[in-house]
């Protein structure tokens, strides 16, 4: 063996030993990279510093360690005390939309797993957390500690009252909806400060981005989302309340005109979508149009209900479907339909049922399905999604009913 070849297999071991020893250390590290260019970045978040943020910070370390394989997908995780981890995209998102500046103060409501103030933290000078449920507080204190998130104050109470010790602050995050903005946190807003917060009915919420100009909030409305209940004195003046004996969707015939941001009225989560004219959809002249060009890309929107399975043993779901050149999606199992997951009072998956799927070209017709739901259900997740095929799918007059 001469010594060119001695030389290259020494560099082949050096490098082997370093890519094993950085897997050894982070073995999350490309599960993440490739979370941020997915779901981070092809959807529109631009701050370089919110994108290094998420890249940089351990989500893996903020959920349960049977969560810990399903860390970097872009999806809420139950972490207990019937609370959720947000998707990393709704966090970078929130996150972007704060503006976050190296000099602020930030008081985030609903600290959870503590995964939003940890991305926080490089980016602002001190985040104060509120969290309401004791052993998510504790938990949460201990995991920031370890992982020396030290700019980072939390503490158990009630976020509706806000922290008013380290009040005013520059920035305010709350990761949790009430019905309305609680006006603690108005009053301890700083003038010119900024405020997102998602507020509204509890399954119709809207993602809000909020300035205080003498005084008073100005609204900007952001997006359509969901969120976990905020608890406490919020709940308890909540006037609307979910019924979970008659659910129904809202907006199913797409009738209503887009936001003022763009975005389907009732629905979120929306990607690669558009609504769109066509005389000869069955609910009317306007019809929901999901496409995708690129194989592995999801075209998605979904929207939540309140579900009793005590009450609602079986539910009839209907809608109407067109499809263009639809294919199956990238791993050749998953095929594009509309789904329901159903979750118990803590939050945990209790299983799903579809309807579809639709492939190939098909002129409209009309699809459904009755299913059976588990009697430990109390709320459920209704979506339409190509999974990521490539191809053309629209859908009308989609229904989701009692069946008695």
């Not at 995964?115 to 995991?143: H, M």
């Not at 389907?264 to 066509?278: F, I, N, S, T």
């Not at 299913?371 to 190509?386: S, Y």
Request: with cysteine.
């Amino acid at each position: 063996m001469n010594r060119w070849t001695i030389w290259s297999a020494v560099i082949a071991l050096v490098s082997c030993s370093l890519i094993s020893t950085a897997h050894a250390r982070d073995p999350y590290e490309a599960a993440r990279n490739e979370l941020v260019e997915t779901a981070i970045v092809a959807n529109g978040v631009k701050d370089p510093r919110v994108i290094a943020a998420i890249r940089n910070t351990p989500r893996h370390e903020f959920v349960a360690s049977n969560q810990r394989q399903q860390a970097y997908y872009d999806m809420a995780l139950p972490i207990g005390e019937d609370q959720t981890i947000s998707s990393p995209f709704i966090v970078a998102y929130m996150t972007e939309s704060l503006q976050p500046k190296p000099s602020d103060k930030v008081l985030e409501i609903g600290t959870g797993s503590g995964y939003q103030a940890a991305v926080l933290s490089p980016l602002v000078k001190s985040v104060f957390s509120i969290e309401i449920k004791e052993p998510l507080g504790r938990k949460a204190a201990r995991t920031l500690k370890r992982l020396n998130y030290d700019n980072v104050h939390t503490k158990v109470g009630d976020g509706y009252l806000g922290w008013p010790q380290y009040a005013p602050f520059d920035k305010i995050i709350v990761t949790c909806s009430p019905e309305n903005v609680p006006k603690p946190l108005v009053d301890q807003l700083k003038e010119g400060g900024l405020m997102v917060i998602p507020v509204g009915e509890r399954y119709q919420q809207t993602l809000v981005l909020f300035t205080k100009k003498d005084g008073k909030l100005e609204a900007e409305p952001l997006r359509p989302t969901l969120f976990v209940p905020m608890t406490g004195e919020a709940e308890a003046r909540r006037r609307v309340k979910p019924d979970p004996a008659n659910p129904r969707l809202e907006n199913g015939d797409f009738e209503e005109k887009l936001s003022e941001n763009g975005t389907v009225p009732g629905w979120y989560y929306q990607r690669q979508l558009e609504l769109v004219e066509d005389s000869s959809s069955p609910g009317g002249t306007q019809c929901l149009k999901l496409s995708n060009e690129d194989p592995g890309r999801y075209a998605l929107v979904l929207q939540g209900l309140a579900l009793d399975g005590r009450q609602v043993p079986r539910l009839k779901i209907n809608g109407w479907v067109k499809t263009e050149g639809m294919g199956l999606g990238p791993d050749r199992t998953l095929a594009p339909m509309m789904v329901i997951t159903f979750y118990d009072e803590q939050r945990r998956d209790l299983g799903k049922a579809a309807v579809g799927p639709f492939i190939g070209s098909l002129d409209w017709h009309e699809v459904g399905k009755i299913v059976n739901v588990p009697p430990a259900t109390r709320e459920a997740l209704f979506r339409v999604t190509n999974f990521g095929a490539v191809g053309t799918m629209y859908v009308d007059n989609l229904s989701v009913e009692a069946s008695r």
